[in-house]
């Protein structure tokens, strides 16, 4: 079976650049999550979409930006990189009326 | 506040003994709670949801409202158990529930 996709899925970029992370979710999911985990952290939801539109927001920075694009993929940019940025980015993704979760292997980001 | 919390970082047993692994919830409202397993290098796979009430490879967890407890139980652990498990509940907000995790319990199963 299909599963979430995420690209690329591994990140190294210096401080102070931009990266843009891609998520594309299992066919007819509608809704797609990202999530943050930190080194010996667990998962912290960063924001989330339901039919292109943004449903919810955690602790994302304001440096960073998200969007779901017609085909329901879903691209994470994150600008002004700060090392403290450095993290394991999951997507996830549903389908409406469902509140399971399939995650995708996730992006790892290094920045230096 | 609704907060998960499993107060194992770490929990080691030898092959065929039971495994608990813990975990509290406070939330206001109806929970759903969620079981993730990620093992070395991969991504996070759902193990158990509460409602469907299913055993998936000799796992159970019950939950206990009374308690605020969802513990994860197997009767014998086996060695392709170790990895790291992550209680989680849903946060509903409009059309979408986001997950709350804990702090996850790596499981050590020793041969």
């Known amino acids: 079976a299909a599963g979430v996709i995420q690209s690329p899925r591994h990140l190294i970029k210096e401080k102070r650049e931009t990266a843009t992370l891609k998520c594309y979710p299992i066919p007819r999911h509608d809704t797609v999550y990202w999530y943050q985990q930190g080194p010996g952290q667990d998962p912290q939801f960063l924001i989330s979409f339901y039919e292109k539109m943004q449903s919810d927001k955690g602790s994302i920075p304001d440096r960073f930006s998200a969007q779901q694009f017609s085909d329901y993929h879903s691209e994470l940019n994150m600008s002004s990189l700060e090392l403290g940025d450095s993290a394991l980015y999951f997507c996830?993704?549903?389908?409406?009326?469902?509140?399971?979760?399939?995650f995708g292997p996730g992006t790892r980001l290094t920045v230096t | 506040a609704q907060r998960v919390t499993q107060p194992e970082k770490l929990l080691s047993v030898f092959k065929g003994a039971p495994v608990e692994l813990k975990c509290n919830y406070s939330y206001s409202g109806s929970p759903e709670l969620f079981w993730y397993v990620q093992y070395s290098r991969q991504r996070l796979q759902l193990l158990l949801r509460?409602?469907s009430r299913e055993s998936i490879k000799g796992f159970t967890a019950d939950l206990n409202k009374g308690e605020t407890s969802f513990h994860l139980k197997k009767p014998f652990a086996q060695e392709e158990d170790s990895a790291m498990y992550y209680c989680a509940l849903t946060s509903f907000s409009g059309n979408t529930g986001k997950l709350i995790f804990g702090q996850g319990t790596t499981l050590q199963v020793k041969p």
């Open positions: 996830a993704s549903s389908r409406q009326g469902s509140n399971e979760q399939y």
């Open positions: 509460h409602i």
